[in-house]
């Protein structure tokens, strides 16, 4: 994150032309993006209890970070309404010293809300995979969260441990010590490539773990397609680190930086919501116990002889491999019910 003086940009004749506020631009930006998000994560969670689904870890992360998403963008629309994205802020003097701390710890507050929002979203998606993956497949996601936890708990500590003491990271006047820009610039541009590389990484396993699975291979691509949706978000990661070169810069204006911070969670908890989705939009729907008890009915009358003669042995044997099939039919019906509930989907 830059500095308060790094959320200015040398441009125009005057700050109050509309061309040289960036703030409204922002808001419409930021908040349609979680308005966007807030919709797929509520279609996730109404197919979930439409389905009769309890409710897992990797729904309560999602949900989670989804919230801390809400928090940046009010905590962003805060700064804006102090004056963050007006152009030529700190040299046409507009801006008082208490408007210059509000949008500081504002900004600040922002951009670690998109941190918790980005590590909890790939928390969820790898849970997700850990339900359908084993062996040593299981191994890595567990590494891959282990390391999503560390480098973004770094990247949260250096948020606001940046400067010593921690005040000064709003109270610009004070006395004391910050890291050089160029540390905080580098240490976000590794940290924006490693989640981008997460994430593609966590919408390519699929691949690998649904290949293998005997369906259909319509169905198998709708999955495989639905599950690497996370690759849109790995581009957004990669895409805010050109945005990174704000930090530091005094005349520069951090506004394209907090669009891309938060479309990248955004992006991700959208992704981790479309293989749910995918329920809503089948065409038929699996059929239940009792529609193949009919079946099963519909066929013995229509094919019975009549009443008058006795039945051959070829009837006999159909109704006996009817009844048979539909045994199994009941066991693997009592067998995936409780799988779901043991599994908490």
């Known amino acids: 994150m830059a500095g308060p003086h790094g959320l200015t ?25 979680a308005a966007l998000s807030g919709l797929f994560l509520g279609l996730r969670v109404y197919c979930k209890l439409l389905r009769r689904r309890q409710l897992w870890w990797d729904d309560h992360f999602l949900i989670a970070s989804w919230v801390a998403l809400v928090v940046s963008v009010a905590m962003q629309s805060a700064a804006v309404a102090r004056g963050l994205g007006i152009r030529n802020l700190y040299t046409m003097g507009i801006l008082d010293a208490e408007s210059v701390t509000a949008v500081s710890l504002y900004s600040i507050c ?49 948020q606001w441990a ?21 540390i905080i610039q580098n240490y976000n541009t590794f940290v924006a490539a490693f989640s981008g590389l997460m994430d593609i990484l966590l ?8 290949w293998t699975v005997a369906i259909n291979k319509r169905e198998k691509l709708g999955a495989l397609v639905a599950m ?65 008890i009919e079946l099963a009915d519909s066929r013995r009358k229509t094919t019975r002889p009549p009443a008058l003669e006795p039945p051959s042995d070829g009837d006999g044997e159909t109704q006996q491999s009817a009844e048979e099939s539909w045994t199994k039919v009941s066991h693997l019906e009592q067998a995936r019910v409780r799988g779901y509930g043991d599994r908490g989907v």
């Open 228 to 292: 690497s949706a996370g690759v849109i978000a790995g581009l957004m990661a990669f895409l805010k680190i050109k945005t990174l070169y704000v930090i530091g810069d005094d005349n520069a204006t951090t506004v394209d930086l907090f669009i891309f911070g938060t479309a990248e969670p955004a992006t991700a908890i959208m992704a981790a919501s479309i293989p749910i989705l995918r329920t809503l939009i089948r065409r038929e729907p699996q059929p239940k116990p009792a529609q193949f």
């Open 162 to 182: 940046q400067c010593w003491p921690v005040q000064k990271r709003w109270y610009w006047d004070m006395e004391g010590s910050c890291f050089d820009s160029s």
């Open 9 to 33: 940009r040398q441009s125009g004749p005057s700050a109050q032309d509309g061309n040289n506020n960036l703030g409204p631009y922002l808001n419409r930006v930021v908040w349609s993006l």
């Open 110 to 158: 922002a951009g670690f809300g998109s941190i918790l929002a980005t590590c909890w979203s790939k928390i969820s998606f790898a849970i997700s995979l850990l339900r359908i993956s084993t062996g040593r497949m299981r191994w890595f996601i567990w590494f891959i969260i282990l390391s999503v936890n560390l480098v973004f708990a770094s990247n949260g500590a250096i």
């Open 203 to 210: 919408a390519l396993l699929p691949w690998k773990i649904i």
